[in-house]
Nanobody, 126 residues
Framework: QVQLVESGGGSVQSGGSLRLSCAAS????????MGWFRQVPGKGREGVAA???????NYSDSVKGRFTISQDNAKKTLYLQMNSLKPEDTAVYYC????????????????????WGQGTQVTVSS
């Protein structure tokens, strides 16, 4: 059974940095892609960044240039380096995986993912 476990959330002041990690386990597929999403109360889950097995990345316009998604395939670990954080980045951040990968694209669409972590809170104060 696929499991995704996030860590690294917390509180930081505006302009600060945080690094989220997501440890994946329970699968042997070599075809997959993974992403980070975030959600605030009363709103839908927003795609933040995604990365394919070959390292190709996608970012939402709201985080482009500030956030970096990366992966360690050997460790099956996904990362999200978040720099220049803003109060509007405050949300619960979720790690997600599509296993096996779909060829349909839409990498920042929550509907494309079939496995989710439990979420980790990120709070940015002004």
């Amino acid at each position: 059974q696929v499991q995704l476990v996030e860590s690294g959330g917390g509180s930081v002041q505006s302009g600060g940095s945080l690094r989220l990690s997501c440890a994946a386990s329970g699968y042997t597929y070599s075809s997959y892609y993974m992403g980070w999403f975030r959600q605030v109360p009363g709103k839908g889950r927003e795609g933040v960044a995604a990365i394919r097995r070959d390292g190709t990345t996608n970012y939402s316009d709201s985080v482009k240039g500030r956030f970096t998604i990366s992966q360690d395939n050997a460790k099956k670990t996904l990362y999200l380096q978040m720099n220049s954080l803003k109060p509007e980045d405050t949300a619960v951040y979720y790690c997600a995986a599509r296993i096996p990968a779909s060829s349909s694209g839409g990498y920042l669409g929550a509907i494309m993912y079939n496995y989710w972590g439990q979420g980790t809170q990120v709070t940015v104060s002004s």
